[in-house]
DNA sequence: GCCTCGTTTGTTAGCGGTAACATGCGCTCC
DNA sequence: GGAGCGCATGTTACCGCTAACAAACGAGGC
């Protein structure tokens, strides 16, 4: 930067405001700047900037998985929404453990991160504590805080009720007139739990539940868990008509092994699945899901970070927003 | 950080000491050290430490898209290499574009990563001077340099031969005894490209190429696509009895298309994928494609990174490596 | 013509660590 | 008994940039 200011004949302090806030130096001055910025083939360096005025222009973005896509889509939302405004996330993994978010939340704390995105509400007490003396802006998604809830700490939400989702999926198999409702849920995150207490509910209210045909498996899901998974339901249970699967992997592999055992679905099984992946409308027959709007729960807990990290006044806290993005049935043939 | 020491009743220096390379300082000190800065909560700052140290312990790496499975699971391999070993990495996505990656390098750059990784080595003039300029090591990946290639500029690299993944896939389907071999492309990126040219050469030594039966589009590629795809090339050539789909998810794409329109794969249309994604081992019937380490690529590329970072002299640059991890064929029922 | 004010630029003093060198101390060894 | 050495710790001077304040200057008001 002395290398610089010397060449356009300033001091450096001047060569930082033309480069960071062109609008608070004249134009001759500027025009000096940028010219012997280029040629000198000047990049100012961030953790320089950073130390001295206290701001990374980085974001800790914390997950529990890299191969789950809901959570892919979610960061994708997120880093289109940061990127262009000069911040760059630091992506963090939890493997949906609590204990483990926490050991990753610290080490990216380091980082001097200017805001936080967080994956649910499923935190330690620990990670409260660091989240509540915090100042800088903290954003929780695909999740929604109750009214009341966490009044001691303050929270930011983006996300949609999971327990209205499964309960629209468990009301939706019991509309058309299915009789033997059967659920299948893996990785027994917070938020299937909870999408599986809204099913369940949902069939409680129809006067159809029966707990035997619940089968929840802590194991992470896929497709290949979902084929031997309806393999153990029909086998225990032969008269099941429809199936709530709690993910589109999960009813993706049940789909294919339908096919594979000449069930028909969905005249003899019902099936739904959860998220609207990709494959999901392409499947034969088409599966009905829940569109989840992860990307654009990202895309909002980005602009709402921005926004909180751009006034230093931290007066978020004391308004926080609870944003229910929604979610959507998809009724397509499988049902 | 003078707190600590205040309260340990040492020097600024040798908390630092005691905290990063405990090694270096009495049994005794460090204890003290270590409580003092458990109790106050101390915890160092990487911005002021990578200012020092002239090093960030982050790491630039460049993908062309979060929406790719493959380029996740290149990710998670280098994130999951990375993190044990206290490096965070930065990640930047390209969208496919040259011009794109230079910029997205350049802000990169500004955080002093300590190290890049890069998809490909389609790379601009910029890049490339860019590249040469740095003094800390890159590593390119999911190809392999030729020999000679890139000789003004010494590159390391990761991955496997595309074009020999292609022609892999073209002599299997020729071996099968398949005449009216088609091909499908989409994101006609260098590695599709090559991965094409593999499987053409394939078919003209097999004696059975022909032009009119390669579709390449420049869109990018979903299963929806792959249906649509199918289709059109069903309409121009019904006597296709094999296809190569450049990708799974065009591959699922048209094998699903194939169910709805009736066509029994693989006995009147061979179909054969790339990449091996989860479901590929699901699809009814399971699809024959190429299963390719993408992980392990990212592993080995942090691995070789890491090794790089360590030694300050950079004698790697003299000493290229080329690591091809290979890739494999999986002969499913679907050919 | 002098004072005030706003705009532009410069000066100073850090931000919170660490590299490099200096110091002090206990030991071994001749 | 003193030189020489190795280890543990302290001192100094930054790393490259920016906040905060100071200064210089021209424009307008009375």
């Given at each position: ?5 010397a ?7 001047t ?7 062109p609008?608070?130096?004249?134009e ?9 910025s280029?040629?000198l083939?000047f990049?100012?360096?961030?953790v320089?900037?950073a ?25 994708a939302?997120?880093?289109e929404t ?22 990753v ?7 001097d991160?200017?805001?936080v ?6 935190h330690?007490?620990?990670t409260?504590?660091l989240?509540?003396?915090l100042?800088?802006p903290v954003i929780?998604?695909m999740?929604l ?14 996300g949609?009720?999971q327990?209205d989702?499964g ?7 019991a509309?058309?007139g299915?009789?033997?409702?059967g659920?299948?849920a893996g990785?027994?995150?917070p938020?299937?739990?909870q999408r ?13 539940h029966?707990?035997?045909?619940e089968?929840?498996v802590?194991?992470?899901?896929s497709v ?5 998974l ?13 199936l ?5 992997d ?7 092994q339908?096919?594979r055992?000449?069930i028909?679905?969905?005249?003899r ?8 992946l ?6 034969v027959?088409?599966?009905t899901t ?7 729960i ?6 709402l970070l921005?926004?909180?990290?751009a ?5 978020s806290r004391?308004n ?5 993005l929604?979610?959507?049935?998809m009724?397509?043939?499988t049902?």
């Amino acid at each position: 930067m002395a290398d610089v200011a010397a060449a356009a004949g300033v001091s450096a302090m001047t060569v930082s405001r033309a480069l960071r806030r062109p609008d608070t130096v004249s134009e001759e001055v500027r025009a000096r700047v940028e010219e012997a910025s280029r040629r000198l083939g000047f990049v100012p360096s961030r953790v320089a900037s950073a130390l001295a005025s206290a701001r990374t222009m980085t974001v800790a973005v914390l997950i529990p998985s890299l191969t789950n896509a809901v959570f892919i889509d979610l960061l994708a939302g997120v880093q289109e929404t940061l990127s262009p405004q000069g911040y760059q996330p630091l992506v963090g993994i939890t493997g949906y453990g609590p204990e483990a978010e926490e050991r990753v939340l610290r080490t990216q704390l380091a980082h001097d991160p200017d805001g936080v995105i967080l994956t649910g509400l499923d935190h330690t007490p620990g990670t409260w504590d660091l989240l509540r003396s915090l100042t800088i802006p903290v954003i929780h998604t695909m999740d929604l805080a109750a009214e009341g809830e966490h009044s001691d700490c303050p929270v930011q939400t983006v996300g949609f009720s999971q327990y209205d989702a499964g309960y629209a999926v468990g009301a939706h198999l019991a509309a058309r007139g299915r009789r033997r409702i059967g659920l299948i849920a893996g990785q027994l995150d917070p938020r299937t739990r909870q999408r599986c207490d809204g099913w369940r509910q949902a069939l409680r209210d129809a006067g159809r539940h029966d707990p035997a045909l619940e089968l929840m498996v802590p194991d992470a899901t896929s497709v290949a868990l979902g084929a031997e998974l309806l393999e153990r339901t029909l086998a225990a249970h032969p008269d099941t008509d429809a199936l709530f699967l709690c993910n589109d992997d999960l009813a993706q592999g049940a789909l294919f092994q339908c096919v594979r055992l000449g069930i028909p679905v969905p005249e003899r099984l019902a099936v739904a699945g959860f998220n609207d992946l990709a494959g999901a409308a392409w499947t034969v027959p088409p599966l009905t899901t829940v569109a989840t709007p992860r990307r654009a729960i990202g895309v909002e807990a980005a602009r709402l970070l921005i926004a909180g990290m751009a006034d230093r006044t931290p007066k978020s806290r004391e308004n926080p927003r609870r944003v229910d993005l929604g979610f959507r049935l998809m009724v397509r043939e499988t049902t």
